[in-house]
């Protein structure tokens, strides 16, 4: 089993920055993808961005390129998220999400693992 742990959400204002993080346990992450998700209320979750364990490579939405960077700490087992210029329309719960077999996708089925979400709220 795999047990990922958000935090770091929050009230700020646009133009501000937040970092979340996705503490992982359970298991060897060497082949794992990990995602953000984020879903604001009355809308479908929608994928932010996604990074290999191993390697690092990285994808973004394109709603958060050149504002948002994901990151992870090997040794910690855990996942940043770094929001730069933020926007009321990034107001949403942000998910972390495993994919244990592999691959970015931008489909959330593809990942089996999630945390309990963490609610970010930007005001205007």
């Known amino acids: 089993q795999v047990q990922l742990v958000e935090s770091g959400g929050g009230l700020v204002q646009a133009g501000g920055s937040l970092r979340l993080s996705c503490a992982a346990s359970?298991?060897?992450?060497?082949?794992?993808?990990m995602a953000w998700f984020r879903q604001a209320t009355g809308k479908e979750r929608e994928f932010v961005t996604a990074i290999r364990w191993s390697g690092g490579s990285t994808y973004y939405a394109d709603s958060v390129k050149g504002r948002f960077t994901i990151s992870r700490d090997n040794g910690e087992n855990t996942v940043y998220l770094q929001m730069n210029r933020l926007k009321p329309e990034d107001t949403a719960v942000y998910y972390c999400?495993?994919?244990?077999?592999?691959?970015?996708?931008?489909?959330?089925?593809?990942?089996?693992?999630w945390g309990q979400g963490t609610q970010v709220t930007v005001s205007s």
């Open positions: 999400a495993a994919n244990l077999l592999g691959g970015i996708s931008i489909s959330p089925n593809e990942y089996a693992y």
């Open positions: 359970g298991r060897a992450f060497s082949r794992t993808t």
